[in-house]
């Protein structure tokens, strides 16, 4: 593993595409999207938001995000967009930069879940060039600026795998006795009309609201849902569950349509809260 022995930071790949490239902006647009929510008096197990540009999801990531009551550890699971990397890869340490800004990577946490679970790897490939979590850290950076990130693509589509590592990591967190909370990085079905991305996205939010990943698992793959989280989203509710979530609520839905007016091709955006 000699690659890994040199700390090294994650730089910014989509600023000025997804979100603003100068802090003063990024966070600005980022406090109005958090703008009129309180904060819930439960801490926060999961958390589901979407990854697009912030101008077309970025009201329902910040006003999920502004009522989640997070941890100060957050376990950061997307999809891997680009193919490249590890099937289960985590970044292992140093910083994800922001412009003007950075989050943490709790490396001794990532070095403690690489010894727990051999199928996730220390890899960074797999984060150069996604944009999926990247997009989420300016939300997350503005509600607590030390939080620490554990960041994993996840890209292996075998559910026992995936309900394997959430198994591992889970024994791990508990066996440490850490608090975390889980944030997931998706987006909803892809370029179908308005109507029909509503009745496809309802199908899948209900089984996550139900807390029933092997569920949603199928339905995403029986309806041919487009939702390009389905993969941590899998993870992260088996997680959630073994940990303790309780009850699951969509608390903001919208779809691209509705910024853009073209209601034939959209995408879907949730915002989900599990406690």
């Not at 591992?168 to 967190?173: T, V």
């Amino acid at each position: 593993m000699a690659e890994h022995t040199h700390v090294m930071d994650r730089e910014p790949f989509v600023a000025g595409q997804f979100y603003p490239a100068q802090h003063e902006q990024w966070v600005h647009a980022v406090q109005e999207y958090m703008q009129g929510q309180t904060e819930r008096e439960a801490f926060s197990k999961l958390v589901m938001v979407p990854h697009a540009g912030h101008v077309f999801s970025g009201k329902v990531a910040g006003s999920t995000l502004a009522q989640a009551r997070l941890r100060d550890t957050i376990l950061l699971f997307g999809p891997n967009h680009t193919g490249l990397g590890a099937p289960l890869a985590v970044w292992p340490d140093g910083q994800w930069q922001l412009p003007g800004a950075s989050v943490q990577v709790d490396s001794e946490l990532v070095q403690a879940l690489l010894a727990a679970e051999p199928a996730l790897r220390a890899d960074r490939a797999a984060h150069m060039q996604e944009h999926s979590l990247e997009v989420v850290l300016p939300f997350l950076w503005v509600k607590n600026p030390h939080v620490r990130i554990v960041p994993i693509a996840v890209g292996d589509p075998r559910p026992h795998i995936l309900a394997g590592a959430a198994a591992k990591i889970a024994e791990f967190m508990q066996s440490a006795q850490r608090d975390f909370s889980i944030v997931v990085s998706s987006d909803m079905n892809h370029f179908a009309s308005d109507t029909q991305t509503r009745e496809q996205d309802a199908k899948a939010l209900d089984r996550i609201t139900a807390l029933d990943p092997m569920g949603f698992y199928g339905v995403i793959r029986e309806a041919q849902i487009s939702m390009c989280g389905v993969l941590p989203m899998t993870l992260a509710m088996h997680l959630a569950n073994i940990t303790g979530a309780k009850k699951g609520e969509v608390v903001a839905y919208a779809t691209s349509g509705e910024v853009n007016g073209d209601m034939n091709r959209v995408v879907g955006y949730a915002g989900v809260i599990i406690e």
